[in-house]
């Protein structure tokens, strides 16, 4: 069978650019390498708790770009939690919801986009600082993460698309700078070749150049690939015998930013939000850092460090379940803020999604979104639509 699109990469960015591909009546056709999709923006269960495979459970505003995704274009709401009241943590004392320190602006920064303030470009900073006042605080999905893959995967199935797992992109076939084609591998071996005018690639740039014909890359494009520094970090997933940042803060509360810390950026406790994320009578503590060096071990020693500070008997209540490092080809984002590559490419038809290719300003989840977004619109103004056998 020939599709209209064919899309590399289940990720959020690509299930995302399927659905509204689909609803729009463009036959799609989804290909992911890996047993699951969601790539790294779903759960894992793990002794009970619901774990995710990248983002913390959040997205990073209430009332921005995902919402309004999914309510204009995809005609469907999600469920998303409030964070609360956002809470600092300032040389061990709470500070309440507002600081002006330096260091309160690096953490927040270092936990939303993985980058300190000043490595942020400019004009992401004004950006980012701005949609925390027009678009509301991070907010929680109910049931995580996979609560929005399984939305996407759904409406993709229910509008005649398809998701083919444990199947590579191997090949995609160019003529006269235009896409004609893929050649898909699946686990046992079998190469499919299929018909299509257009790819849309959610493994990320460097990935993608490994599937084109070296006579079709333009020396500009390749240069472009080079370029891309993904951003890299480290989780760590921690049970808990009883809620620990409202022990910590004196109050309810689902998410603590750590200024002072050098390693530990912030803290979010996702079932203080949605309780079914852990098991009953338990507590779900997600931490994040930026990788700060080559030396993992060293970083992960001094988060759990800092943790123990932090947190008042760390070691008596708390008990890690596991720490998941981000880099090279599964990084926190492919490409750092605002350092990301167009979403259209010099070939015709092939277009760009996920967190190597988000729009200005849209940071995580939210720009890998807003990438496919982009994408589906650009799609649905061509004038040769459908494909033609």
């Not at 390498?33 to 779903?42: E, M, N, S």
């Not at 079914?276 to 970083?299: G, H, R, V, W």
């Not at 720009?367 to 639509?385: D, L, M, P, T």
């Amino acid at each position: 069978m020939d599709y209209d699109v064919v899309v590399a990469g289940a990720g959020l960015g690509g299930l995302a650019a399927a659905a509204a591909l689909s609803t729009g009546g463009f036959s799609t056709l989804v290909v992911e390498k890996f047993p699951r999709i969601g790539g790294r923006f779903t759960n894992i269960t793990h002794k009970g708790f619901e774990l995710s495979t990248g983002a913390l459970h959040l997205l990073p505003h209430q009332k921005g770009v995902a919402k309004r995704f999914f309510k204009d274009d995809l005609k469907t709401d999600l469920d998303l939690i409030n964070t609360g009241p956002i809470y600092y943590m300032h040389k061990g004392s709470i500070i309440g919801q507002l600081s002006k320190l330096p260091a309160t602006i690096d953490s927040i920064f270092r936990f939303s986009i993985g980058l300190k303030f000043r490595e942020t470009p400019l004009l992401e900073r004004m950006k980012f600082l701005s949609k925390m006042v027009t678009d509301g605080r991070p907010c929680l999905p109910k049931g995580g993460c996979k609560s929005i893959i399984d939305i996407l995967q759904k409406i993709i199935l229910d509008n005649n698309g398809k998701i083919q797992k444990r199947t590579i992109l191997r090949k995609i076939t160019i003529q006269n700078t235009r896409v004609t084609g893929v050649k898909m591998e699946k686990s046992n071996g079998e190469i499919t070749a299929i018909k299509t005018v257009r790819v849309i690639s959610d493994i990320g740039l460097k990935n993608t150049l490994e599937t084109l014909p070296k006579n079709s890359i333009t020396n500009g494009f390749r240069t472009q690939a080079n370029k891309i520094k993904p951003a890299e970090g480290i989780k760590i997933s921690i049970e808990c015998s009883k809620p620990i940042l409202k022990k910590i803060v004196g109050k309810d509360a689902g998410l603590l930013f750590t200024p002072t810390c050098r390693n530990i950026a912030g803290i979010v406790e996702p079932s203080a939000l949605d309780p079914n994320l852990a098991p009953p009578s338990k507590s779900l503590l997600m931490t994040y850092q930026k990788l700060a060096s080559t030396d993992i071990q060293t970083e992960i020693t001094l988060g759990i460090k800092e943790l123990e500070t932090i947190i008042p008997h760390f070691k008596r209540d708390c008990r890690v379940l596991i720490i998941q490092v981000f880099r090279d080809d599964w990084p926190v984002n492919r490409a750092q803020q605002g350092r990301d590559v167009p979403q259209k490419t010099p070939i015709d038809g092939l277009y760009l999604v996920g967190d190597g290719a988000k729009p200005p300003g849209c940071v995580m989840a939210e720009g890998a979104i807003e990438s496919a977004r982009r994408v589906a619109n650009a799609i649905k103004s061509e004038n040769h639509i459908h494909y033609v056998t």
